[in-house]
């Protein structure tokens, strides 16, 4: 596709479920950003991937998230035994180049996760 | 605290009003970015802006970029009810470092 894009773009899961959110980056892009933003506010770094490996993995608010991403393509973010607190859109970004070299990030539309 | 804090919080303001969003930093960056997202979207790229004392023009949006490298500010001149949206600003500190965005500001343009 032309763009990054995200699935689900709606997850509504009871309160201990695991949920997997789905990124898939811009072809060829070889940093991947995971960020999470509540309502109204700001975005909250979660990881970074270079490629498949992730040198920045500092904003995982938790053990019961996890992330990976294979074949320096599709990136999946893992959510166990999820809580309310984790009720949030959940955005994907990549870039084409090394963070820093003032490449733009590319934005998916999010996946909006409601733990009820 | 926010590796990069952005002031206001919100703003609310008439059309034809101008505007100013504050992004501010103790780090130095080599690059800063501005974004706007729009409900339900991603953000989206307006301007970076990577010498100190740059500053860029896109149409009624002027960006500068701090002397010292560690603080942004957005101008917006005679806004319009289509400028509302959350404003990001985001830094890079070096070359092969990740994004690190501001906690946003939340402009409203009223008709």
């Known amino acids: 596709g032309a763009g990054v894009s995200q699935s689900p773009s709606n997850k509504v899961t009871e309160k201990g479920k695991d949920v997997e959110l789905r990124c898939d980056p811009i072809?060829?892009?070889?940093?991947l950003y995971w960020y999470r933003q509540s309502l109204g506010q700001g975005l909250e770094f979660l990881i970074y991937?270079?490629?498949?490996?992730?040198?920045?993995k500092s904003g995982l608010p938790s053990d019961r998230f996890s992330a990976e991403r294979t074949g320096g393509s599709v990136s999946t973010l893992t959510i166990q035994r999820t809580q309310q607190e984790d009720s949030a859109v959940y955005l994907c970004?990549?870039?084409?180049?090394?963070?820093?070299?003032?490449?733009?990030?590319?934005f998916g539309q999010g996946t909006r996760l409601t733990v009820v | 605290t926010q590796l990069l804090e952005q002031s206001p919080q919100f703003l609310s303001i008439q059309e034809g009003e101008n505007l100013t969003v504050y992004c501010n930093s103790s780090?130095?960056?080599?690059?800063l970015q501005w974004y706007r997202q729009e409900p339900g979207e991603g953000p989206v790229l307006l301007v970076t802006?990577?010498?100190?004392?740059e500053v860029k023009k896109l149409k009624r949006l002027t960006f500068q970029f701090g002397d010292a490298r560690k603080d942004s500010s957005l101008h917006i001149t005679a806004a319009q009810p289509g400028d509302t949206g959350l404003y990001l600003c985001?830094?890079?500190?070096?070359?092969?470092?990740?994004?690190?965005f501001g906690g946003g500001t939340r402009v409203l343009v009223k008709p």
């Open positions: 780090s130095v960056f080599s690059s």
């Open positions: 072809s060829g892009h070889t940093a």
């Open positions: 970004a990549s870039s084409p180049r090394t963070p820093g070299d003032n490449t733009e990030a590319f």
């Open positions: 985001a830094g890079a500190k070096a070359a092969g470092n990740k994004l690190t």
């Open positions: 991937f270079q490629g498949n490996s992730a040198p920045d």
């Open positions: 802006v990577v010498t100190g004392g």
